[in-house]
């Protein structure tokens, strides 16, 4: 979303995807965001051209995690389980007062 956002607003798709990329490594100072000998950079596999159509960016299909091979299913399996991000549910027997 917050790629098409950037598009939405002015940035060309190049722009955006290196925004999100190698300037943010840049930007932190970290050895992220580029493809190269020494560097962190997972790889995801997208079925579509994101320099034409940033929506792209979103049909993953696979990811490369340092060098070992992902589906989006295995990757997203350990959260299949988990609840909603829809709200917080207050624990039981927790009370409103704050006492």
Not at 33 to 55: C, E, H, N, Q, S
Not at 78 to 83: C, E, I, K, L, M
Request: aromatic residues 8%; proline residues 6%; without cysteine.
């Amino acid at each position: 979303m917050n790629l098409r956002a950037m598009v939405t607003y002015g940035f060309t798709p190049y722009e955006a995807l290196t925004t999100a990329t190698s300037l943010a490594g840049e930007t932190l100072n970290e050895d992220l965001g580029r493809i190269a000998p020494g560097r962190y950079a997972d790889l995801a596999v997208v079925d579509g051209d994101p320099l034409t159509d940033v929506k792209d960016a979103a049909n993953v299909g696979q990811v490369f995690v340092s060098g070992v091979a992902h589906t989006v299913d295995s990757l997203m399996r350990p959260f299949a389980g988990a609840p909603a991000a829809a709200g917080f549910r207050k624990p039981e027997g927790s009370s409103s007062s704050g006492s």
